[in-house]
């Protein structure tokens, strides 16, 4: 549940452009071990638990999309193979034509 007072604006100025942005505050359960792994490599890349944290999550959402993207382009490899197949048999005689 996100607070009213959980969210905090921040405006950046970008080549002559205001973009605002808003953050949300998030409580995650973290297991001691795991939460000890995530202070040490925050503190070897000089940098803070929350960035770590939004980074790791960031890359994984980059990854379960492409992951998605390429089960959708196998998808249709697949789903076009016939027709593929059939157009590459109908200009197999103009790969002779130039041997």
């Known amino acids: 549940m996100i607070r009213?007072?959980?969210?905090?604006?921040?405006?950046?100025k970008r080549s002559?452009?205001?973009?605002?942005?808003a953050k949300h505050k998030v409580v995650v359960d973290f297991p001691r071990?795991?939460?000890?792994?995530t202070e040490e490599a925050a503190?070897?890349?000089?940098?803070?638990?929350?960035?770590?944290?939004r980074s790791a999550v960031e890359r994984y959402l980059e990854m379960?999309?492409?992951?998605?993207?390429?089960?959708?382009?196998?998808?249709g490899y697949e789903?076009?193979?016939?027709l593929?197949?059939?157009v590459c048999e109908d200009f197999a005689h103009?790969?002779?034509e130039n041997i």
Do not use: F, H, Y
């Not at 009213?4 to 950046?12: A, L, V, W, Y």
């Not at 071990?33 to 792994?37: P, S, V």
């Not at 503190?43 to 944290?53: E, F, G, N, V, Y």
């Open 43 to 53: 503190s070897a890349l000089a940098t803070d638990r929350s960035k770590l944290i």
């Open 4 to 12: 009213k007072g959980d969210m905090r604006s921040r405006t950046r």
């Open 64 to 75: 379960l999309r492409r992951e998605k993207l390429e089960k959708e382009l196998a998808a």
């Open 33 to 37: 071990t795991l939460l000890e792994r």
């Open 84 to 86: 593929d197949r059939a």
């Open 79 to 82: 789903a076009n193979a016939s």
């Open 16 to 21: 002559g452009e205001v973009a605002t942005l």
């Open 94 to 96: 103009a790969d002779a």
